[in-house]
């Protein structure tokens, strides 16, 4: 099972928000790279939610309900989507400064590639924000 980070700008979509709605499409990705971690997902994945620009913290847990299908906000071929299903909050929001400070973070893609939306989140580095956020085992 792939793990993941997608990043959003709480005043544009808030994990609160997210939770409210109950599942979202994940669209309007132009990176390319971004396209191609969208198109790696698989349904029951597991995704971190980032709040980016405002806030720079992992705030919960969602999960990939729907794999890559054409994005619906354009009519270029090339983009896709995913749906997205919150699954619990983080007990203790993961900052960036956090994450930065955290050795075991260094060669994170967030970390490494900080512009990117939607990256790759190893084993390892999943286990060790879980750890950050007080939740150890899960």
Not at 49 to 76: C, K, M, W
Not at 101 to 125: F, T, Y
Request: proline share 7%; glycine share 6%; aromatic share 10%.
């Amino acid at each position: 099972m792939g793990k993941w980070l997608v990043k959003s700008e709480p005043f544009v979509y808030s994990w609160d928000q997210f939770v409210k709605d109950g599942k979202t499409c994940w669209d309007g990705v132009r990176n390319y790279q971004a396209r191609n971690y969208l198109q790696a997902m698989r349904k029951g994945d597991e995704v971190f939610f980032y709040h980016s620009n405002e806030g720079l913290a992992i705030t919960g847990i969602a999960q990939v309900v729907r794999e890559a299908y054409p994005d619906p906000t354009t009519d270029d071929p090339r983009w896709v989507a995913v749906d997205l299903a919150p699954v619990k909050p983080l007990l203790k929001p993961v900052t960036l400064a956090q994450m930065k400070a955290d050795p075991r973070l260094k060669n994170m893609a967030l970390i490494r590639q900080g512009r990117l939306s939607v990256s790759p989140v190893q084993e390892a580095e999943w286990k060790a924000i879980l750890e950050l956020a007080g939740m150890k085992g899960e």
